[in-house]
């Protein structure tokens, strides 16, 4: 880059007077101060026949090889123009009169390398200032204070590392900043960012510099018409994905900050050759990032919306028009237009779906937007509850069946009246009727056994349950037809049962009291 050719030839130089022996320098130091108070005191006068050129307030000393700023200025002075000349060192002091009608000063190409933090203390109105292409290597805190009407500033093509966070706070009236072809490091965000940046900077040209890290961000919130001025390309970027999908929006958006220079936005891929990439096509090889589209807003029923009329340029006259052509009026109590030309709309309805389009005007620049929103015929809330209520009912139901699998599996059956308890099937016939004829076979067996086991003792409630055995079925219900069980006559006979409705009946210890 030229401005490291700059540097590297100003340290060449300063690296020669360096290896100069003392007994040569001492010669010159001596002549120095008197040399250096000579030329600063008497100069070179103002010399608009031969060295200068003077029309009116416009004064011209373009390639004369200066060395100091001439004296004898003419207070009057507008435009004054010292580029392409020698002048390495800006004092306070290089101006005698104060130029109060100075607003453009020049003094690009100058291999300048230092700058009085009160060299513009005198040149209060300068609207536009041209530092460009010198060798300015640091920018102090307090340098450019006193130039509150400054408009324009140029500082591409210099040495610049070093930027203090402060240093052009003080430029409240600051329009167009170019910082390209430089060393800078670190992205001044300060300068765009919501509550620090400068109300009306619009230009800012940091391209071509160190940056490594861009904060994507906060630079993807920032309003249209900061990012339509914002230059960052031909910087040592590394290729993501997140840098592509920004570079995208603002091609889509037709911000000149991308559209312009397209091929000079370029990242370093991973890896150790660091080979560079166009970032417009990280989406077709190399990341294989997603295609950036620009989505339509969508909403659901009863919700408020905002949307924003992000124009490319500041200050413009704003109008908008509902779905259907329809004027946005006054008297619209569902569109309200804000104070920032965005419009709020709500609580939405099925109807509010459609292209609300925002005409924005200007002296010399028109634009449209168009924003095409999609209404869902359903609330938000009314989606969760569904979704609440099929998951209660999906728990119930696993709950259920788990209650089902332990009751089947896992409760013990300890009655001697169980399916298959104590008994042994001797005849195949059994097997037909196993689970109905041997329950009550199983209960008179046992009540056999218990009452010889005691001796001809009380069997306890078997007793009980034989004597209205004649009145009461096996399920516990009195025989409606007045028919009676047969009774079972041995263990091998076959056993019978008189009411079809006694299949299941169940052995029980309880005596049925009717």
């Known amino acids: 880059m030229m401005g490291d050719s700059r540097c590297t030839s100003h340290r060449a130089t300063g690296a020669v007077f360096g290896r100069m022996s003392l007994a040569t320098l001492v010669p010159f130091a001596?002549?120095?101060?008197?040399?250096?108070?000579?030329?600063?005191?008497?100069?070179?006068?103002?010399?608009?026949?031969?060295?200068?050129?003077?029309?009116?307030?416009?004064?011209?000393?373009?390639?004369?090889?200066?060395?100091?700023?001439?004296?004898?200025?003419?207070?009057?002075?507008?435009?004054?123009?010292?580029?392409?000349?020698?002048?390495?060192?800006?004092?306070?002091?290089?101006?005698?009169?104060?130029?109060?009608?100075?607003?453009?000063?020049?003094?690009?190409?100058?291999?300048?390398t230092f700058l009085s933090s009160e060299a513009f203390v005198s040149v209060k109105k300068l609207q536009y200032l041209d530092l460009s292409s010198n060798c300015i290597r640091l920018l102090d805190e307090f340098i450019f204070e006193p130039l509150e009407n400054l408009e324009v500033l140029l500082l591409y093509n210099n040495c610049i590392s070093q930027i203090d966070r402060t240093a052009f706070s003080s430029l409240v009236n600051l329009q167009k900043l170019y910082l390209s072809h430089n060393q800078i490091s670190r992205f001044p965000l300060e300068l765009v960012k919501e509550r620090s940046r400068l109300e009306t900077l619009r230009l800012l040209d940091v391209s071509s510099n160190r940056i490594k890290v861009l904060p994507l961000h906060e630079l993807q919130a920032l309003p249209a018409w900061i990012k339509n001025g914002l230059f960052f390309h031909n910087n040592s970027l590394p290729c993501t994905c997140q840098l592509y999908d920004m570079v995208a929006r603002?091609?889509?958006?037709?911000?000149?900050?991308?559209?312009?220079?397209?091929?000079?936005?370029?990242?370093?891929?991973?890896?150790?050759?660091?080979?560079?990439?166009?970032?417009?096509?990280?989406?077709?090889?190399?990341?294989?990032?997603?295609?950036?589209?620009?989505?339509?807003?969508?909403?659901?029923?009863?919700?408020?919306?905002?949307?924003?009329?992000?124009?490319?340029?500041?200050?413009?006259?704003?109008?908008?028009v509902l779905p259907g052509n329809v004027p946005l009026?006054?008297?619209?109590?569902?569109?309200?237009?804000?104070?920032?030309?965005?419009?709020?709309?709500?609580?939405?309805?099925?109807?509010?779906?459609?292209?609300?389009?925002?005409?924005?005007?200007?002296?010399?620049?028109n634009e449209t937007l168009y924003v095409t929103v999609v209404v869902f015929n359903s609330t938000k809330s009314s989606g969760l509850e569904n979704l609440?209520?099929?998951?209660?009912?999906?728990?119930?139901?696993?709950?259920?069946?788990?209650?089902?699998l332990i009751y089947l599996y896992l409760t013990p059956c300890n009655c001697p009246c169980c399916p298959g308890y104590g008994l042994e099937k001797t005849d195949p016939r059994d097997s037909l009727n196993s689970s109905t004829v041997s329950i009550a076979q199983a209960c008179k067996d046992t009540g056999q056994?218990?009452?010889?086991?005691?001796?001809?003792?009380?069997?306890?409630?078997?007793?009980?349950?034989?004597?209205?055995?004649?009145?009461?079925?096996?399920?516990?219900?009195?025989?409606?037809?007045?028919?009676?069980?047969?009774?079972?006559?041995?263990?091998?006979?076959?056993?019978?049962?008189?009411?079809?409705?006694?299949?299941?009946?169940?052995?029980?210890?309880?005596p049925m009291v009717m």
């Open 329 to 365: 009026s006054a008297a619209n109590t569902t569109a309200v237009m804000r104070q920032d030309s965005s419009i709020s709309i709500g609580p939405l309805r099925a109807e509010d779906s459609g292209v609300y389009t925002c005409y924005a005007t200007s002296d010399s620049f």
């Open 250 to 320: 603002w091609h889509l958006r037709g911000l000149i900050s991308a559209t312009d220079f397209r091929s000079s936005h370029i990242c370093l891929l991973p890896g150790q050759k660091k080979e560079k990439m166009a970032i417009m096509d990280l989406n077709k090889v190399s990341l294989n990032c997603s295609e950036v589209k620009v989505l339509d807003e969508e909403a659901f029923l009863e919700q408020f919306l905002v949307l924003d009329c992000d124009t490319r340029q500041r200050d413009m006259q704003k109008s908008w």
């Open 449 to 510: 056994e218990s009452l010889e086991g005691s001796g001809g003792g009380f069997p306890f409630s078997h007793m009980g349950f034989q004597e209205i055995k004649d009145q009461v079925e096996h399920n516990g219900r009195l025989n409606p037809i007045g028919e009676e069980d047969e009774e079972l006559q041995g263990e091998n006979r076959d056993r019978r049962r008189s009411d079809a409705e006694s299949v299941s009946s169940v052995c029980s210890d309880t």
């Open 30 to 112: 001596l002549l120095l101060p008197t040399l250096r108070v000579s030329a600063q005191l008497i100069g070179s006068p103002l010399d608009c026949h031969k060295t200068c050129v003077c029309a009116s307030n416009i004064v011209s000393c373009s390639k004369v090889n200066l060395t100091n700023v001439p004296t004898g200025l003419p207070r009057y002075t507008a435009v004054l123009d010292l580029s392409f000349n020698s002048i390495t060192r800006l004092r306070a002091e290089w101006t005698p009169v104060i130029l109060g009608r100075l607003h453009s000063l020049s003094l690009n190409n100058n291999g300048l």
């Open 388 to 404: 609440k209520t099929a998951y209660t009912t999906l728990v119930a139901c696993l709950v259920s069946l788990v209650m089902i």
